[in-house]
């Protein structure tokens, strides 16, 4: 078993089993869109991620590998505390968001549906919202129906400009952009890599 896999047949508290509902919500969207792949969803790749992006809501940007315990902290409680309810409204109020910035079949023509640009976009537009333990002091650009529009544009700019620089150009990159790069290319899941990489696009949103 992989290691959502074995979570799985460990814990069976309201934090999982509210990540797990959150995934089967989307998952359409994360399969139409390439996020997922069908076989990562047949090994509850699904419930991995919205795992995942649920603990940045709850806890703060972090590596994955504190999944676990977000699940055995909330192991034992009867009823969804208030701090995760809050979170799970986030939660799909972000996705609604996500929705009206890509379809699926634009998400999946940017970088942004790979999993882990996706976990800095999910980030940024919950950031947006409601400020998020490690991304103290970074912007809060304005995300509205009004300004949807400004943020595709935003982020397809960001997106192209990584495949010019890492594949089709022998121009350097700027520093600030060549460091996104490098917490894009390097240790993507570190802590310090997540919350550099969404501190970068919510500037560059900002303006």
């Known amino acids: 078993m992989n290691v959502q896999e074995k979570l799985n047949a460990k814990y069976l508290g309201v934090f999982k089993t509210s990540a797990y509902e959150l995934g089967f919500s989307y998952i359409d969207y994360l399969l139409e869109g390439g996020v997922l792949t069908e076989k990562g969803v047949s ?3 699904e419930a991995q991620l919205a795992s995942d992006l ?3 809501l709850v806890g703060g940007v972090q590596t994955p590998k504190n999944i676990e315990k977000f699940y055995r902290d909330y192991e034992n409680h009867e009823t969804t505390p208030p701090n995760v309810s809050d979170a799970i409204s ?3 109020r972000s996705m609604q968001f996500i929705g009206a910035i890509y379809s699926t079949v634009e998400l999946k023509n940017t970088n942004w549906s790979r999993p882990h ?8 537009v919950a950031h947006a919202q409601t400020p998020i333990v490690g991304l103290e002091g970074a912007p809060q650009p304005p995300l509205t129906q009004q300004t949807v529009q ?3 544009g935003e982020l397809d700019e960001l997106s192209a400009l990584y495949d010019k620089y890492v594949d089709e150009s022998d121009e350097a ?3 600030r952009f060549a460091r996104f790069i490098n917490h ?5 899941t570190d802590t310090e890599s997540r919350r550099e990489r969404a501190r970068f696009v919510l500037e560059t949103i900002a303006g």
Request: aromatic content about 24%; hydrophobic content about 45%; overall charge positive.
């Open 43 to 45: 090994r509850m790749g």
């Open 54 to 56: 649920l603990v940045s």
């Open 90 to 92: 986030l939660y799909r």
């Open 117 to 124: 640009w996706f976990y800095t976009l999910f980030n940024c």
């Open 150 to 152: 400004r943020w595709r």
């Open 173 to 175: 990159a700027p520093p």
């Open 184 to 188: 894009a290319r390097f240790r993507t």
